[in-house]
């Protein structure tokens, strides 16, 4: 092999390597971004479970055992969230959620810190909590992975209806 044709191998081999270490580089980004797709995906899951969980949930612990006829009746702003004492499996209406923080943990996918507020709500601008009792409350959930750059924020309204 003389010098030309040793010039042209070497250049060739370095153009080689070069592209294997960009094929490689992108495989790894690829990686990543789809660990925080699964990451995020899990994150609304989390929530949404929360949410629906709530959902299933009395409006207001005055609520359960009638109908609730004015605002008055509903549970005060400053004592939304549960009764003192009272466990997550005894929750049985919606406001119990209130300054939940709790962690979920997937096995091969990340541990999860899930935290809510409710609050009561006007209905004609539900995006700003009252100080207030309305028949209408909100509830926000937030997740975030423990290796995720993002946090899901999913918020729920909660309206009382009574049908005569």
């Known amino acids: ?22 094929v490689n580089r992108t495989f790894l980004q690829h990686g990543a971004i789809l660990q925080q797709t699964e990451i995020g995906l899990f994150g609304s899951s989390i929530a949404t479970s929360l949410i629906e969980e709530a959902q299933g949930k ?3 612990k005055n609520s359960l055992e009638g109908y609730l ?4 009746e509903c549970s005060p702003v400053d004592s939304l969230g549960p009764e003192p004492g009272e466990k997550r499996t005894d929750w049985n209406d919606f406001d119990d959620y209130n300054k939940l923080n709790d962690t979920v943990k997937i096995k091969d996918v990340d541990t999860f810190y899930r935290w809510a507020t409710v609050t009561y709500v006007d209905s004609t601008n539900p995006n700003v909590a009252t100080n207030y009792r309305t028949f209408c409350k909100s509830m926000t959930v937030h997740v975030r992975g423990r290796s995720s750059q993002d946090t899901v924020s999913m918020t729920y309204l909660f309206s009382y209806w009574s049908f005569r």
């Open 1 to 22: 092999m003389n010098t030309g044709q040793t010039i042209l191998t070497i250049i060739a081999i370095v153009f080689l390597g070069t592209n294997v270490v960009s």
């Open 58 to 60: 009395a409006f207001d």
């Open 69 to 72: 006829q004015t605002t008055s």
